[in-house]
Protein backbone atom coordinates (compact mmCIF):
# COMPACT_ATOMS: atom_id res chain seq x y z
CA UNK A 1 0.00 0.00 0.00
CA UNK A 2 2.77 2.35 0.95
CA UNK A 3 4.43 2.23 -2.65
CA UNK A 4 1.16 2.37 -4.24
CA UNK A 5 0.72 5.77 -2.49
CA UNK A 6 3.92 6.93 -3.28
CA UNK A 7 3.07 5.84 -7.31
CA UNK A 8 0.00 7.88 -7.04
CA UNK A 9 1.69 11.09 -6.28
CA UNK A 10 3.74 11.46 -8.68
CA UNK A 11 1.04 9.91 -11.12
CA UNK A 12 -1.29 12.26 -13.59
CA UNK A 13 -2.04 15.79 -14.32
CA UNK A 14 -4.80 16.49 -16.71
CA UNK A 15 -4.60 18.47 -19.87
CA UNK A 16 -7.19 21.38 -20.66
CA UNK A 17 -4.83 22.77 -23.36
CA UNK A 18 -4.38 26.18 -21.91
CA UNK A 19 -3.17 24.62 -18.17
CA UNK A 20 -2.18 21.06 -17.00
CA UNK A 21 -3.61 21.09 -13.87
CA UNK A 22 -1.75 19.00 -11.01
CA UNK A 23 -4.82 16.80 -9.94
CA UNK A 24 -2.70 14.94 -7.16
CA UNK A 25 -1.14 17.89 -5.67
CA UNK A 26 -3.41 17.03 -2.58
CA UNK A 27 -1.52 13.45 -2.44
CA UNK A 28 1.88 15.06 -2.49
CA UNK A 29 1.31 18.43 -0.16
CA UNK A 30 -2.07 17.80 1.71
CA UNK A 31 -3.52 20.78 -0.13
CA UNK A 32 -5.04 21.08 -3.97
CA UNK A 33 -3.42 22.88 -6.21
CA UNK A 34 -4.88 27.13 -5.97
CA UNK A 35 -5.65 29.01 -8.64
CA UNK A 36 -3.66 32.38 -9.63
CA UNK A 37 -6.64 34.24 -11.43
CA UNK A 38 -4.34 36.94 -12.35
CA UNK A 39 -3.73 36.80 -16.18
CA UNK A 40 -6.39 34.32 -17.06
CA UNK A 41 -9.54 35.21 -18.77
CA UNK A 42 -12.61 34.31 -16.79
CA UNK A 43 -13.05 31.49 -19.47
CA UNK A 44 -10.25 29.94 -18.05
CA UNK A 45 -10.32 30.34 -14.62
CA UNK A 46 -14.18 28.79 -14.68
CA UNK A 47 -12.63 25.67 -16.62
CA UNK A 48 -10.38 25.35 -13.64
CA UNK A 49 -12.74 25.67 -11.21
CA UNK A 50 -14.85 23.24 -13.08
CA UNK A 51 -11.91 20.47 -12.80
CA UNK A 52 -10.70 20.96 -9.71
CA UNK A 53 -13.85 21.19 -7.64
CA UNK A 54 -15.08 17.59 -9.50
CA UNK A 55 -11.56 16.60 -8.25
CA UNK A 56 -11.17 17.33 -4.91
CA UNK A 57 -14.56 19.08 -3.56
CA UNK A 58 -12.72 22.26 -2.64
CA UNK A 59 -11.20 25.11 -4.70
CA UNK A 60 -9.21 28.42 -3.97
CA UNK A 61 -8.29 31.14 -6.70
CA UNK A 62 -6.46 34.10 -5.94
CA UNK A 63 -6.07 37.92 -7.11
CA UNK A 64 -9.49 37.06 -8.69
CA UNK A 65 -11.66 39.74 -10.54
CA UNK A 66 -15.41 40.14 -10.25
CA UNK A 67 -15.49 38.91 -13.95
CA UNK A 68 -14.11 35.56 -13.45
CA UNK A 69 -15.86 34.84 -10.23
CA UNK A 70 -19.38 35.46 -12.46
CA UNK A 71 -17.65 33.08 -14.96
CA UNK A 72 -16.99 30.78 -12.27
CA UNK A 73 -19.86 30.53 -10.75
CA UNK A 74 -21.87 29.96 -14.08
CA UNK A 75 -19.85 26.78 -14.37
CA UNK A 76 -20.11 25.75 -10.66
CA UNK A 77 -22.91 27.31 -8.21
CA UNK A 78 -20.77 26.71 -4.86
CA UNK A 79 -18.45 29.51 -5.84
CA UNK A 80 -18.37 32.53 -3.00
CA UNK A 81 -16.62 35.39 -3.96
CA UNK A 82 -14.38 36.62 -1.08
CA UNK A 83 -13.97 40.95 -2.05
CA UNK A 84 -11.46 42.32 0.47
CA UNK A 85 -8.73 38.78 -0.47
CA UNK A 86 -10.04 38.65 -4.24
CA UNK A 87 -10.41 35.47 -3.83
CA UNK A 88 -12.71 32.98 -4.34
CA UNK A 89 -13.44 29.51 -3.34
CA UNK A 90 -15.80 26.88 -3.40
CA UNK A 91 -16.96 23.90 -1.54
CA UNK A 92 -19.05 20.87 -1.98
CA UNK A 93 -19.24 20.80 1.84
CA UNK A 94 -19.16 23.37 4.62
CA UNK A 95 -16.07 24.03 5.85
CA UNK A 96 -15.37 21.58 8.78
CA UNK A 97 -15.60 23.43 12.61
CA UNK A 98 -12.71 24.75 14.23
CA UNK A 99 -12.67 23.66 17.87
CA UNK A 100 -12.71 27.10 20.09
CA UNK A 101 -9.25 26.25 21.92
CA UNK A 102 -7.65 25.70 18.21
CA UNK A 103 -4.17 26.77 17.88
CA UNK A 104 -4.52 29.98 15.76
CA UNK A 105 -2.85 32.15 12.83
CA UNK A 106 -2.89 35.84 13.92
CA UNK A 107 -3.35 38.37 10.62
CA UNK A 108 -2.13 41.47 12.11
CA UNK A 109 -2.03 44.53 9.63
CA UNK A 110 -0.48 47.95 10.11
CA UNK A 111 -3.23 50.00 8.13
CA UNK A 112 -6.24 49.82 6.05
CA UNK A 113 -4.40 50.30 2.98
CA UNK A 114 -2.94 46.73 3.49
CA UNK A 115 -6.17 44.82 3.90
CA UNK A 116 -6.47 43.54 0.80
CA UNK A 117 -3.06 42.04 1.14
CA UNK A 118 -3.77 41.05 4.79
CA UNK A 119 -7.62 39.42 3.83
CA UNK A 120 -5.47 37.35 1.36
CA UNK A 121 -3.76 35.60 3.79
CA UNK A 122 -6.62 35.24 6.80
CA UNK A 123 -8.57 34.12 3.67
CA UNK A 124 -5.82 31.67 2.36
CA UNK A 125 -5.49 30.12 6.12
CA UNK A 126 -8.91 29.92 6.58
CA UNK A 127 -9.60 27.76 3.72
CA UNK A 128 -6.71 25.25 4.24
CA UNK A 129 -8.64 24.73 7.56
CA UNK A 130 -7.21 26.96 10.21
CA UNK A 131 -8.44 28.92 12.93
CA UNK A 132 -8.07 32.65 12.06
CA UNK A 133 -8.32 35.39 14.25
CA UNK A 134 -7.61 39.43 12.76
CA UNK A 135 -5.72 42.64 14.20
CA UNK A 136 -6.03 45.17 11.70
CA UNK A 137 -4.43 48.96 11.48
CA UNK A 138 -2.54 48.88 14.67
CA UNK A 139 0.54 50.23 12.94
CA UNK A 140 3.65 52.23 14.14
CA UNK A 141 2.48 55.56 14.39
CA UNK A 142 -0.27 54.01 16.88
CA UNK A 143 1.27 51.52 19.17
CA UNK A 144 -1.40 51.71 21.97
CA UNK A 145 -3.27 49.87 19.58
CA UNK A 146 -0.92 47.03 18.99
CA UNK A 147 -0.11 46.52 22.81
CA UNK A 148 -3.92 47.12 23.74
CA UNK A 149 -4.47 43.45 22.23
CA UNK A 150 -1.51 41.91 23.58
CA UNK A 151 -3.75 38.79 24.76
CA UNK A 152 -4.52 37.64 21.36
CA UNK A 153 -1.19 38.41 20.02
CA UNK A 154 0.55 35.93 22.98
CA UNK A 155 -2.33 33.31 22.11
CA UNK A 156 -1.30 32.34 18.45
CA UNK A 157 0.67 30.07 17.52
CA UNK A 158 2.19 32.02 14.51
CA UNK A 159 1.38 35.58 13.43
CA UNK A 160 1.37 37.30 9.82
CA UNK A 161 2.08 40.77 10.13
CA UNK A 162 1.83 43.35 7.09
CA UNK A 163 2.91 46.32 6.45
CA UNK A 164 3.61 48.88 3.74
CA UNK A 165 5.70 52.49 3.98
CA UNK A 166 8.40 51.57 5.79
CA UNK A 167 7.52 48.05 6.86
CA UNK A 168 8.40 48.46 10.45
CA UNK A 169 5.54 46.66 12.47
CA UNK A 170 6.98 43.01 11.85
CA UNK A 171 9.85 43.81 13.78
CA UNK A 172 7.99 45.20 16.51
CA UNK A 173 5.70 42.08 16.87
CA UNK A 174 8.94 40.51 16.43
CA UNK A 175 10.64 41.72 19.85
CA UNK A 176 6.84 41.11 21.47
CA UNK A 177 6.31 37.63 21.00
CA UNK A 178 7.62 34.01 21.17
CA UNK A 179 5.29 32.48 18.34
CA UNK A 180 7.22 33.00 14.23
CA UNK A 181 6.59 35.91 12.67
CA UNK A 182 5.34 35.64 8.68
CA UNK A 183 6.11 39.70 7.55
CA UNK A 184 4.18 40.52 4.35
CA UNK A 185 5.63 43.81 2.67
CA UNK A 186 3.04 45.66 0.51
CA UNK A 187 3.27 48.22 -2.21
CA UNK A 188 1.35 50.35 -0.04
CA UNK A 189 3.32 54.15 0.13
CA UNK A 190 4.77 57.12 -1.46
CA UNK A 191 7.48 57.08 -4.09
CA UNK A 192 10.31 56.33 -2.00
CA UNK A 193 8.61 52.76 -1.08
CA UNK A 194 9.18 51.73 -4.11
CA UNK A 195 6.24 49.57 -4.44
CA UNK A 196 6.95 47.68 -1.47
CA UNK A 197 10.70 47.42 -2.14
CA UNK A 198 12.06 49.73 1.14
CA UNK A 199 9.31 47.63 3.28
CA UNK A 200 10.79 44.41 2.09
CA UNK A 201 14.08 45.63 2.62
CA UNK A 202 13.22 47.03 5.98
CA UNK A 203 11.59 43.27 6.98
CA UNK A 204 14.49 41.17 5.62
CA UNK A 205 17.17 43.38 7.78
CA UNK A 206 14.85 42.97 10.91
CA UNK A 207 16.89 42.62 14.30
CA UNK A 208 13.90 41.09 15.79
CA UNK A 209 14.57 37.17 15.84
CA UNK A 210 11.79 34.63 14.82
CA UNK A 211 10.99 36.91 11.53
CA UNK A 212 10.51 35.51 8.17
CA UNK A 213 9.93 37.55 4.62
CA UNK A 214 7.33 36.95 1.84
CA UNK A 215 7.47 38.85 -1.27
CA UNK A 216 5.59 41.86 -1.77
CA UNK A 217 2.13 41.59 -1.28
CA UNK A 218 2.11 37.94 -1.50
CA UNK A 219 -1.10 37.17 1.22
CA UNK A 220 -1.45 33.94 -0.17
CA UNK A 221 2.21 33.03 0.02
CA UNK A 222 1.80 34.15 3.63
CA UNK A 223 -1.20 32.37 4.50
CA UNK A 224 -0.34 29.11 3.36
CA UNK A 225 2.66 29.15 5.52
CA UNK A 226 1.12 29.85 8.49
CA UNK A 227 -1.13 27.28 7.91
CA UNK A 228 1.50 24.62 7.87
CA UNK A 229 3.00 25.58 10.67
CA UNK A 230 -0.08 25.80 12.81
CA UNK A 231 -0.75 21.94 11.34
CA UNK A 232 2.59 21.07 12.74
CA UNK A 233 2.08 22.92 15.85
CA UNK A 234 -1.55 20.90 15.86
CA UNK A 235 0.16 17.49 15.41
CA UNK A 236 3.01 18.21 17.73
CA UNK A 237 -0.10 19.25 21.04
Not at 23 to 45: D, F, M, N, S, W
Not at 68 to 94: D, F, G, K, M, N
Not at 151 to 169: F, H, P, S
Not at 185 to 213: E, I, R
Request: hydrophobic share 45%.
Amino acid sequence: MDDALSALKWSPFEDLGFARLDTHRRLRRGVPEVIYCAGKTPTQVAEIVAVLYDRHGVVLGTRATPEQYEAALRRCPAVVYHETARAIEARAQPRPPIPEDAPYVLVVSAGTSDQPVAEEAAVTAEVLGSRVERLYDCGVAGLHRLLAARQLLDGARVLVVVAGMEGALPSVVGGLVEAPVVAVPTSVGYGASFQGLSALLGMLNSCATGVTVVNIDNGFGAGYFAHMLTRIGAQDR
